[in-house]
Each structure stands twice: as structure tokens, then as C-alpha cells.
């Protein structure tokens, strides 16, 4: 059987840097090792909770009551012009992997904390690229059933910051295959760094914080999205307006409550600042979310997911 270690710190495993203990903690480097933690915490009817990267997740300062189990394992593969990466890998390796490579497709989310399973849980996306558009197929665990299954691209359901996936928790990402094509590598490793100096100049990089809090929503009034293209000299897409741009609409930018902040630099970003608790910014987001409703008619949908409360 897996280790289990008992009242394990969650805080060290986020990006966020808060959350109390979790009552069991245990590391998967394989399906037959997630598939232990999966049959204890049944037998015990404990609850359970994946961990990957620890980027989009806050943990509540009472902790978890159940078994957090991390994803350790990762490993890449490259096969011609398809990459299989482990779910556990940070996903800038896979980037730096498919450029050492000579593949392209992948360079623009170069800066994206976490790790490759939650990209691809998560459809992470930037500068106009998805990692779903790239994806081929993807192996997972469920949890139960305990068997192992692989998607297909147009069976992952891939939409804006979703997919099958992270509609139902229990299929746990193993491992999943890119389809890159024929790069460049001093082209391709110019644009990672740039993309790079791009999200360094616009995003807290070094914060405690969990990236983009908020999803970008989708708004229909025409005065508020003419008001954005005047304000910043570029066209929504598909109707999305940055929720950053949202935020400091209504003033926000550098709001704290405890030691939660609104970050200054990117207003899309809640920090905490060296003190914060997670009910400080659970309490900031929540007053974020009120003010853009209240004043822009726009409801924010938390990126992050709330774990424990």
C-alpha cells in the first residue's frame, strides 16, 4: 500500500501558499499507485481530492478531511510530431521539451503555472492558443471504476476553461499525447521568450497567488464592450471581456482585505501578500464578484477551484 502521512500542511503545494492540513496526504507516481489511494479512501469513506501542480485551487484554512493524493509522475515521450506527457510534468517543461524538439503548436503557453494534467483538465489557454486544439487523445483513471480509459480529442469536450474532465472529477488525468507540427527552434524558443517578457510585464509572476482568478465572461451590453474597445484599443472576442479590465472598471485594482490583495499589476490576480488566509480571499473575491455585478451587470465566474469550505 501507498504511504499515507497524517495531518500534512497543504499550503507548501499550492501557488497560493495557504490552506491547513489535510488529514491524509500520499504521492502517485503511477495509475496502480492512485488506484491504492482510490480503494482506501472508498473502504474508509474518506473523501478525496487530486492534487496536481497546486495552480487554480485554494484550500480552506480548516484543511481537507479526507486523503489529498498529488500526481508526482511525469515523463515525456516524443514520436515524430506527437508528445506523451504524464500528467505530473510543469507544464513549461513540455514546452521547452517540444522546442528542443523542433515542434511548434505549444510555444504560447509558455508562463501558465502548474502542471500539464491540469492544463489539460483545465483547457488552459493563451495569446489565442488552447492546449485542447493540441491535444490528440487522453488517458485517464477513473476513480470508480478503477479502469483506464483513453479519449479521443472530440470526446474530451473541450470548451473555455473546461472539459469533460474537470466536469467529473472522478476521471483522473494519467498522462496525455500532443500533435505538434515541424518547427523552427530559434524561431520557436523566440517566441517562448517573448511570450514569456509578455506575461512577465502584465502578470505578478513571483506572487503567492493561483493565476487568473476569474473566467473571462461573456457580455452582451454593447455600451460596456464599446467602452472596452475605447478604453483599450482592442475588440472583444466572442463577446469576452477581460475580467482584469472588469475589476479595475469598478475600481478594485490594489483592494485588500487582510492580506489578500487585488493585484496591482494584473487585477485578475488576487495575491496573498505574505499573511492572507483563505477566507481573506475567499472574502476579496466575493466582494470582487458583488461590485462587477452591482455596477457592470456582469457576473465573474471563479476560475479557481474552492477545495474544503
Known amino acids: 500500500m501507498i504511504a499515507l502521512r497524517e495531518h500534512v500542511s ?34 474508509n469513506k474518506l473523501p478525496l481530492y487530486v492534487l496536481g501542480g497546486g495552480s487554480n485551487v485554494l484550500f480552506s484554512d480548516a484543511g481537507f478531511p479526507g486523503i489529498v493524493v498529488r500526481i508526482v509522475h511525469g515523463g515525456i515521450k516524443v514520436t515524430g510530431e506527437r508528445i ?5 510534468m510543469p507544464l513549461l ?24 494534467g491540469g492544463a489539460v483538465r ?18 485517464v483513471l477513473d476513480q ?4 483506464v480509459r483513453e ?14 474532465f474537470k466536469k467529473n472529477p472522478a476521471l483522473v488525468i494519467i498522462s496525455a499525447e500532443l500533435k505538434l507540427t515541424h518547427g523552427d527552434k530559434s524561431e520557436l524558443e523566440r517566441i517562448i521568450k517573448e511570450t514569456m517578457a509578455t506575461r512577465e510585464a502584465k502578470h505578478p509572476q513571483t506572487a ?9 465572461p461573456v457580455v452582451t451590453d454593447e455600451h460596456l464592450l464599446k467602452e472596452f474597445e475605447k478604453d483599450t484599443g482592442n475588440k472583444s472576442k466572442d463577446g469576452k471581456l477581460p475580467a482584469g479590465w472588469l475589476i479595475d472598471h469598478v475600481g478594485l ?57
Open 84 to 88: 506523451t506527457v504524464g500528467s505530473g
Open 151 to 164: 479519449y479521443k480529442q472530440s470526446e474530451c469536450a473541450f470548451s473555455y476553461r473546461n472539459s469533460v
Open 93 to 116: 517543461n513540455v514546452v521547452w521539451a517540444a522546442r528542443e524538439a523542433g515542434l511548434a503548436g505549444i510555444e504560447k503557453l509558455a508562463g501558465i503555472p502548474g502542471s500539464f
Open 10 to 43: 497543504l499550503a507548501p503545494f499550492t501557488t497560493f501558499k495557504i490552506g491547513g492540513q489535510a488529514r491524509y496526504y500520499a504521492e502517485a507516481s503511477c495509475a496502480i499507485e492512485l488506484s491504492e489511494v482510490f480503494d482506501y479512501a472508498e473502504k
Open 253 to 309: 485594482r490594489g483592494k485588500k482585505i487582510g492580506g489578500a490583495q487585488v493585484s496591482d499589476k494584473h487585477p485578475n490576480y488576487l495575491l496573498n501578500t505574505g499573511s492572507a488566509t483563505a477566507l481573506d480571499i475567499v472574502t476579496l473575491a466575493s466582494l470582487v464578484k458583488t461590485k462587477v455585478r452591482d455596477e457592470l451587470k456582469v457576473k465573474l465566474q471563479e476560475e479557481v477551484q474552492y477545495v474544503g469550505f
Open 144 to 147: 470508480h471504476s478503477g479502469m
Open 208 to 216: 503567492q497567488c493561483a493565476g487568473s482568478f476569474f473566467m473571462n
Open 122 to 139: 483545465g483547457n488552459a489557454g493563451a495569446f489565442g492558443t488552447e492546449i485542447g486544439d493540441i491535444v490528440a487523445s487522453v488517458k
